[in-house]
């Protein structure tokens, strides 16, 4: 026979003590609600590092977590604990949707300013943001005063975002290939979103639960694929902030299984071809 006792044992599973633990630490970090059949997700994401970290087990990580305080041990756990899923143009319906409906309507009314201001929420690794700018100088808007602010909890992520640089895998997915050649340069085995591109949006660290004042005001939002994690409080908390900060007349665009019936009854449901925005109710005197 051969191997240890332990590892005929196989790895050491998670306590129920310590999987408690982490459900609190991952909602104390980030907002999100991982319910109890949430362990294989636990498995899956924190095995890894585990075994990068040198660690003998999840059990042990924990014990880190708890006793230390390590930064760079909290920031690898988030990072790996939140869902980084994204893709260039993701549904294509809302874009279409921006397209041909909303931002017409915008820019007439704020021809005299000529500007216009997006928030991607939760913009992950930042295909969305650039999306919306390449959208944006193919309707001719690129000598407008544009700003697309890009906000994530995830440092990974905004790196990756600022840098504006994309594995093939991920340009295969969602990007039509004409704007790749006509928005990105290869370098190496990556793609580069252009300067000119790059120029039109800023990238920051925001947690979507704190104050969002120093923001300013946006004519669109898309908070998208993001309050589905979050309990009923902490979905109520981040709609009221992103009402705070929308123009008056503004969009919020939600991911396709979200909404904000039953949390906040001051949106008003916008249904604009085949994508579904939200605008603030005007109130009734
Ligand atoms: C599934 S991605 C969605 C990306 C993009 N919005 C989309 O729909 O393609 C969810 C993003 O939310 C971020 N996130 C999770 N909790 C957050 C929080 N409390 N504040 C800000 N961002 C958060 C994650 O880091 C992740 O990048």
């Known amino acids: ?14 306590t129920g003590e310590n999987f408690v633990f982490l459900q609190r630490w991952v909602h104390q970090e980030t907002g999100i609600v991982l319910d109890d059949g949430k362990r294989y997700l636990v498995d899956a994401r924190l095995t890894p590092l585990v075994r990068d970290e040198g660690l003998q087990s999840l059990n042990e990580l924990c014990n880190l977590l708890r006793a230390t305080r390590a930064p760079h041990l909290n920031r690898k ?12 143009f993701r549904d294509l ?17 704020n021809r005299a300013i000529r ?3 997006f928030w991607s929420a939760a913009a992950s690794s930042g295909q969305e943001a650039y999306s919306l700018a390449m959208m944006l100088v193919e309707m001719g808007l690129g000598d407008w005063n544009i700003r697309i602010h890009g906000t994530d909890l995830s440092e990974q992520m905004l790196e990756r975002a600022r840098a504006g640089q994309y594995l093939q895998i991920e340009v295969n997915r969602g990007l039509p290939a ?6 990105f340069e290869r370098e190496g085995l990556e793609w580069r979103v252009q300067e000119r591109l790059r120029r039109m949006v800023r990238f920051e660290r925001r947690d979507l639960r704190e104050p969002m004042a120093s923001l300013g005001t946006f004519d669109v939002v898309l908070c998208r694929n993001v309050l589905i994690y979050f309990d009923v409080e902490t979905k109520k908390r981040i709609l009221g902030q992103i009402r705070s900060r929308m123009e008056p007349r503004g969009y919020l665009l939600l991911g396709a299984a979200e909404t904000t019936f039953g949390l906040d009854n001051r949106f008003e449901r916008k249904p604009v071809g085949g994508a579904v925005f939200y605008q603030i109710r005007e109130q009734c005197e």
């Open 178 to 183: 004409r704007y790749l050649v006509k928005y």
């Open 77 to 88: 756990v988030l990072e790996a604990m939140t869902t980084n899923e994204t893709l260039f």
């Open 1 to 14: 026979m051969t191997g240890t006792t332990a590892e005929r044992r196989g790895p050491e599973e998670i």
């Open 115 to 117: 500007a216009l201001r």
């Open 93 to 109: 319906a809302p874009f279409d949707a921006l397209r041909e409906t909303i931002i017409p309507e915008l820019v007439e009314r």
